[in-house]
């Protein structure tokens, strides 16, 4: 699996700035940290009989570390083969002497499994920020989100792709072919016995993403076949196409 070192930057502010994947950047998603400090989590409505708010919530509610979530951003490739994610946090602990936030770096590794799915969830327990002195430092959990594919798009574990073919195969057979996530070439033969309409479909049994906890398995791939048109025919190829295609 590829290796690859992320500057994740501030776990409280903007974590993937560093490389292009701040909070401006448009279909990237939530790119910082969610705070739950320990004060929000304690506070409850005065002169209410809210359990929020009684001695004994507050007090599990101190013994409880806070969640910091950020998006782990992948390509499809990355979640068909796998990876492995060096990603370097800068995170916050509190000093005993002088009370104050100090900030410590640390390089995580994340091991991508084949198959992981966009909202996996990869928790680094007491990893986060320490919010409160003397309190537990916060959990850090890393969502995987998909990375949009110029090719196929998936749902579940199978895969869907378009493949384009001339209109002189679609009606006299060959051989389509598609480039697949882990490099392969897939090989899509075209009967020559049976015509491919436009927008037709086809399942290849085991073609789409590996299954995480069915090692061995794969989903399914669709393929749609997109038959082209030639955009112009001559009054002599008009003739011959007469001649030779039924008229229905």
């Not at 796998?82 to 602990?93: F, N, P, Y």
Request: charged share 20%; hydrophobic share 35%; no cysteine.
């Amino acid at each position: 699996a590829d290796e690859e070192m992320f500057q994740a930057g501030d776990v409280r502010t903007d974590p993937f700035a560093a490389f292009g994947m701040g909070s401006n950047d448009a279909g990237s998603g939530p790119s910082s940290f969610y705070q739950h400090s320990a004060q929000q989590r304690q506070q409850g409505r005065p002169g209410s009989a809210d359990a929020w708010g009684s001695p004994r919530y507050q007090q599990q509610q101190q013994q409880q570390p806070a969640v910091q979530s950020v998006p782990l951003v992948l390509s499809l490739e990355e979640l068909y083969k796998g990876a492995v994610k060096r990603l370097k946090v800068t995170r916050h602990v509190m000093d005993a002497a002088s009370g104050k936030s100090l900030p410590v770096q640390e390089v995580l590794e994340v091991n991508i499994k084949p198959g992981w799915k966009e909202g996996t969830k990869i928790t680094f327990s007491g990893k986060g920020d320490e919010l409160a002195p003397g309190g537990p430092a916060a959990d850090l959990v890393f969502v995987i989100k998909q990375q949009p594919h110029p090719t196929f798009t998936r749902t579940g574990n199978d895969l869907h792709a378009t493949v384009k073919l001339p209109l002189v195969m679609a009606l006299t057979g060959g051989s389509a072919s598609l480039q697949m996530p882990d490099g392969r070439t897939l090989a899509l033969p075209v009967s020559a016995a049976q015509p491919v309409s436009h927008g037709s479909t086809r399942v290849v049994a085991g073609e789409g993403m590996p299954i995480s906890k069915q090692p061995g398995r794969r989903g399914d791939l669709h393929v749609k076949f997109e038959v082209l048109f030639p955009r112009q025919l001559s009054q002599q190829q008009k003739e011959q196409l007469r001649h030779i295609l039924p008229a229905q």
